[in-house]
């Protein structure tokens, strides 16, 4: 989840996503062209982002390795290995790819042909891959940190190296990828850098290598992972290392020098997940930690157990400690819903933001009496206008071109915390807390929908929600809120008269 906050916070706090650049236009420079019909980009039909994922194969791994040359102003040398199992019988691959340049690809082992097409590498074998089977693709390419045109997303750089940010569909601007979270597959990183950095990613740690002037560090995933999720840190870094509850091990990655003044706030996770484990069960992982990087995004985001944090927040005087801890309780719980339980299209994004933010309310209210009913009553009186600008919340309206990170509006934010409200109102406290923890044991390590969960709230509710989820998901207006029929609508703000000076 993006979560971005105001540069310094105003009264309401709000969750107001900045405009951000254009995503770049395809920029895949090829050496070997494909012969036959042209190629063409492919996507699995997501509503959103319609050309985003392949048809035709469920991808079981990824291997991807990364030579960091000891500057932003150079690509990373990369091979990225994908294993995966033919769900069609297939003469072409389309892989999403689109910010560096090809050198070769392998199919099973045998030199293949490429080209792009849109955003896509698309992949000729010189043998047909039958359905049913397995096969390996070996991509030599490099990944590219600079900016090129309006790019936005993928790798974040820092004052002191790299970063990920890959949400929504970014990630195939750093490797090749099926780039849609309803393919989720078991990752491993190797990134080497010089001397004197050190590189994290996803996972456990499990092997390090020192030759040459430069250290190969290796990671590897314990659970499937969505593209969107991965994250890869360089820098001069240093790792923190406490454990947490049952004695899961914990390591935040935050720059060397600023060690001593962040460890505060590190020492706050282990009695937040303990938090998060109260309400809704087990922590999903095999380790958990926060990044905080030097540079200026203006959102934090929930890269699988590892969170993405600007370093900032954490030393601007001007928030609130309330206000730090509950942004550290939302990208949290996201390890929950929206990485452990990832939206099966990206419409669903309302299943991950919504929780988020219930939960980050629900922590402020608990931790520093900031009451979730008054934040809920508030959502309500805006929820038209946001519905009117972003769409219902599980029907967000599509980006603005050139916009793509343009669906995180309100509407599916507080917008979506108020739908859960709503849902604790109708069925019960009880039966809603039940719901939460359901929801999160039955679909570890999947991609689910809306449809998935509305099955679910009317099964431990006892009736058909259907309607509820209905006029609360897709209505353009808010319906009543159950037992506030004195919450209404609040109309905005006159505008100024501008011939008026105060």
């Not at 990920?164 to 078991?186: E, G, I, T």
């Not at 819903?337 to 994004?349: A, L």
């Not at 309500?380 to 050139?402: E, N, Q, T, V």
């Not at 207006?477 to 505008?495: E, F, L, N, S, Y």
């Amino acid at each position: 989840m993006l979560l971005t906050r105001p540069a310094r916070p105003h009264p309401a706090l709000r969750f107001l996503r900045r405009p951000k650049a254009a995503l770049l236009a395809s920029a895949v420079t090829v050496c070997l062209v494909a012969a036959g019909a042209p190629a063409e980009p492919l996507g699995v039909g997501d509503r959103i982002f319609p050309e985003l994922g392949n048809p035709g194969y469920d991808v079981a791994a990824y291997d991807v390795a990364l030579t960091y040359p000891g500057s932003n102003a150079k690509p990373l040398k990369a091979v990225t290995t994908i294993d995966a199992r033919l769900t069609s019988s297939l003469d072409r691959i389309n892989l999403d790819f689109a910010h560096g340049t090809v050198e070769s690809v392998e199919v099973d082992g045998r030199s293949a042909a490429f080209t792009s097409a849109g955003e896509d590498l698309v992949v000729t074998p010189d043998h047909a891959l039958p359905l049913g089977s397995v096969t390996r693709i070996t991509v030599r390419h490099t990944s590219d940190p600079r900016p090129a045109g309006d790019q936005d997303g993928g790798w974040v750089q820092t004052t002191d190296g790299l970063a990920m940010a890959n949400q929504a569909d970014a990630a195939h601007l750093v490797f090749p990828c099926n780039d849609h979270p309803s393919d989720k597959a078991m990752f491993t990183f190797h990134v080497t850098a010089p001397d004197g950095y050190t590189a994290v990613a996803n996972g456990l740690p499990t092997g390090k290598v020192v030759a040459g002037g430069s250290t190969t560090w290796s990671y590897r995933s314990q659970h499937p992972m969505a593209t969107e999720l991965a994250q890869v840190s360089i820098g001069h870094s240093a790792v923190v290392r406490r454990t947490g509850p049952h004695g899961l091990p914990l390591r935040d990655v935050v720059p060397a020098a600023d060690k001593k003044e962040l460890e505060p706030w590190l020492a706050k996770t282990p009695d937040q997940i303990a938090w998060m484990e109260n309400k809704i069960g087990p922590y999903p992982f095999e380790t958990y930690g926060v990044l905080m990087a030097q540079a200026s995004t203006g959102f934090e985001l929930e890269t699988q157990t590892l969170s993405l944090f600007e370093k900032d927040i954490f030393t601007e005087p001007a928030y609130p400690k309330w206000y730090i801890e509950s942004v550290m309780v939302h990208e949290l719980s996201h390890q929950w819903f929206g990485d452990s339980v990832s939206p099966r299209t990206w419409s669903d994004v309302w299943l991950n933001e919504g929780h988020a933010t219930w939960y980050e309310a629900l922590y402020a209210q608990e931790k520093a009496d900031r009451p979730l009913q008054d934040r809920m009553k508030a959502a309500y009186g805006a929820s038209d206008r946001w519905r009117a600008a972003g769409g219902p919340p599980a029907r967000p309206k599509p980006p603005a071109l050139g916009q793509k990170i343009g669906i995180f509006r309100p509407n599916i934010y507080d917008g979506a915390a108020l739908v859960l409200f709503a849902l604790r109102q109708e069925i019960g406290k009880d039966a809603f807390e039940r719901l939460e923890k359901v929801w999160v044991q039955e679909n570890r390590d999947t991609s689910v929908g809306t449809a998935d969960f509305v099955r679910l709230a009317s099964a431990i509710g006892g009736r058909d929600l259907s309607g509820f989820f209905q006029d609360w998901l897709y209505g353009e207006k808010t319906p009543p809120m159950p037992g506030h029929p004195d919450w209404k609508q609040v109309p905005p703000p006159a505008p100024s008269d501008p011939a008026k000076k105060s």
